[in-house]
Nanobody, 126 residues
Framework: VQLQASGGGLVQTGGSLRLSCKASGLTRTFNNYAMGWFRQAPGKEREFVSAIDWRGGDTRYADSVKGRFTISRDNAKNTAYLQMNSLKPEDTAVYYC??????????????????WGQGTQVTVSS
């Protein structure tokens, strides 16, 4: 199983980035999994960012990113996305995608996720 996260980089405050998470080798088809994004800043614990259910009809966001980030998925491409707008320096972190085998409900609990990607660095300069 591989979750390949990409799209990170260096951006100025107020800028945008789009993260992608492409899944391969899953034991079930991609549209059975809920997908989540988490992030971890230096010296801090990993925190929930956003999640989406298996069909893309139900989403969840951390309060800190509501109105700025949008999660989506394309089941035909086995890929989940995180569109990040109005980025702030406090969004700087390594961003991880994860897959939850119980796909009917997006969850913020990292222990619910079965597979994790390797992370992609997002740096927002002030």
């Amino acid at each position: 199983v591989q979750l390949q996260a990409s799209g990170g980089g260096l951006v100025q405050t107020g800028g945008s980035l789009r993260l992608s998470c492409k899944a391969s080798g899953l034991t079930r088809t991609f549209n059975n999994y809920a997908m989540g994004w988490f992030r971890q800043a230096p010296g801090k614990e990993r925190e929930f960012v956003s999640a989406i259910d298996w069909r893309g009809g139900d989403t969840r966001y951390a309060d800190s990113v509501k109105g700025r980030f949008t999660i989506s998925r394309d089941n035909a491409k086995n890929t989940a996305y995180l569109q990040m707008n109005s980025l702030k320096p406090e969004d700087t972190a390594v961003y991880y995608c994860a897959a939850d085998n119980y796909g009917v409900s997006p969850t913020a609990d990292p222990s619910d996720y079965d597979y994790w990607g390797q992370g992609t660095q997002v740096t927002v300069s002030s």
